[in-house]
């Protein structure tokens, strides 16, 4: 979801639900809000230092509740975001696979590779 704020800012929104809050290491290390920072300058909607990022988290508790999560993403975020990107698409060139289990397996395209994996 894209916003301006007061100020004409762009606001890139991310909306989630979780079984609890999120802590500040969650949003500061999100890759996921990295990547949005960095594709608004790239596609042109903002310059890089002047976007905003926002979680806003409903959490499924007995009494649900919104909470915003503010950030910001400068150049050593994007610094870190294509050394990793980089890493991950050189073990991939290198044939370096090693299935990971969890919740997401389920619907998951490569399920039977993962399980035929040695």
Same mark, same amino acid.
């Given at each position: 979801l894209l916003e301006r704020d007061p100020e004409g800012r762009l606001v890139v929104v991310d909306l989630k639900t979780s079984a609890r809050k999120y802590t500040d290491l969650q949003v500061e290390a999100s890759l996921q809000l990295s990547v949005y920072s960095y594709a608004t300058g790239l596609l042109g909607y903002a310059d890089p230092d002047d976007v905003? $990022?926002?979680?806003?988290v409903l959490t /499924?508790? /007995?009494?649900?509740? $919104?909470h915003r999560y503010w950030t910001t993403r400068d150049r050593a975020a994007n610094v870190r975001l294509f050394r990793l990107v980089s890493e991950v698409l050189g073990a991939i060139e290198a044939g370096a696979f090693h299935p990971i289990v969890g919740w997401q397996c389920k619907d998951c395209p490569f399920r039977s590779k993962c399980w035929a994996w040695g």
């Open positions: 905003r $990022l926002r979680f806003d /499924k508790t /007995k009494h649900p509740e $919104l």
